[in-house]
């Protein structure tokens, strides 16, 4: 069995919007909120961050699920688990 795909499915994140919102305070500045939303979400402070990191999850899982061995998987599991400085051009 595979990696489940949606990022809630697979942990549990408690005060998921305050944390985006510190996340978005030590990010590099970016405009993390839509300009004119069509939709009114629930999230209206930092939307496309919440999407962002939805989307990167989601392609890590997929990718993890569809590694042809576990030596490949490893390095999806390893990657994650570095820190950025040891993370070559951080």
Do not use: H
């Not at 909120?33 to 999230?43: C, E, G, L």
Request: proline share 9%.
């Amino acid at each position: 069995m595979g990696l489940q795909t949606e990022l809630f499915s697979f942990a549990y994140i408690p005060a998921w919007y305050e944390q985006l919102y510190e996340l978005s305070q030590i990010a590099m500045p970016e405009p993390w909120r839509f300009k004119a939303p069509r939709f009114k979400t629930q999230n209206e402070e930092t939307p496309i961050l919440e999407r962002y990191i939805q989307q990167v999850f989601r392609k890590q899982a997929i990718d993890y699920n569809y590694a042809p061995d576990q030596a490949s998987r490893a390095r999806y599991s390893a990657s994650a688990a570095r820190s950025p400085a040891s993370i070559p051009g951080c």
